[in-house]
């Protein structure tokens, strides 16, 4: 098949190594992709959407976003966490730009990484990461189990990420924001295939493509009314027509969620 992005984490220490390791994984089946923003959005602040919080190595360097659900419960992409260990992350909320020093650091106490995920393009790409520090931010609501009409096609769906802003570019400094239509599962696997696992995942995006995560964004929420209803997981590139994102689709792991979080 094409080279689908899935599952990897920007190394996205340095802007040009990150754009460098990007490029190595996408072997973008067309090679000709025009500059097209993930976020296609704008640019927005962590007071606007206190719950998106940075995921970073032990040097505050993110890699990865999650999402504040409790003061110290994070929902994140179990991709992201592949070979972490609680002294290797660091979560940081309340931090708009990633070269700034403000906000809450916190390390981790325990990564819960769903035990049947093996690989995004697979499905079960949810993690919950359990915090040292309590965040002092408002957090989001997640999607309870029967609450599957939200991914209706055509329902308008909020991303957020620091990622890529091209297929092959550099992270933002700056937290981003825009909003993408959910696809059709029928829509999603006529993308896709048998890697669309219509109970695991959730596309969502613009038929010409132009608006997408990307490379960094992973992790990240996909918003629906303003709640948490997916996880950033993989797609094709980024942003090509024809080649939605595609979420983790919570409404199924949203009771592991909610045993994480008590726990
Ligand atoms: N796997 C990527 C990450 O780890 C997210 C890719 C999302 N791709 C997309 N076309 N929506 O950051």
């Known amino acids: 098949m094409f080279g689908l992005t899935r599952a990897r984490k920007t190394a996205a220490t340095v802007v040009a190594t990150a754009a460098a390791a990007a490029s190595a ?9 025009a500059p097209q923003p993930i976020v296609g959005g704008t640019t927005t602040t962590t007071t606007a959407y206190p719950f998106m919080m940075q995921i970073t190595d032990a040097s505050q360097n993110q890699f990865c ?12 992409a179990a991709h992201c966490m592949v070979g972490e260990t609680t002294s290797s992350v660091r979560v940081v909320g309340g931090r708009t730009y990633l070269n ?3 906000g809450t650091v916190s390390r981790v106490s325990g990564i819960w990484i769903n035990p049947d995920y093996t690989d995004a393009t697979n499905g079960d790409d949810v993690a919950v990461l359990t915090l ?9 609501k997640y999607v ?17 990420g620091w990622g890529t ?17 959910v696809v059709s599962d029928s829509g999603c696997r006529s993308s896709y ?3 669309f696992v219509q109970s695991d995942m959730v596309c969502a995006g613009y038929t010409s493509g132009g608006v997408d995560t990307c490379q960094g964004d992973s992790g990240g929420p996909l918003l629906i009314g303003g709640v948490l209803a997916g996880i950033t997981s993989w797609g094709e590139g980024c942003a090509e027509a024809g080649y939605p994102g595609v979420y983790t ?15």
């Open 165 to 181: 802003t091209s297929e092959n570019g550099g992270s933002s400094n700056q937290l981003r924001t825009a909003t993408v239509p």
């Open 193 to 195: 295939g048998s890697d």
């Open 100 to 102: 700034g020093t403000n």
């Open 65 to 76: 976003g999650g999402t504040l659900v409790a003061p110290k419960k994070v929902v994140t």
């Open 132 to 140: 040292s520090t309590s965040m002092p931010y408002t957090t989001a």
């Open 25 to 33: 994984l996408l072997a973008s089946p067309t090679a000709s992709a």
């Open 144 to 160: 309870s189990s029967s609450q599957t009409s939200v991914y209706a096609a055509g329902t308008t769906a909020r991303i957020l």
């Open 249 to 263: 689709r919570l409404t199924t792991f949203s009771d592991l969620v909610t045993a994480q979080v008590g726990s």
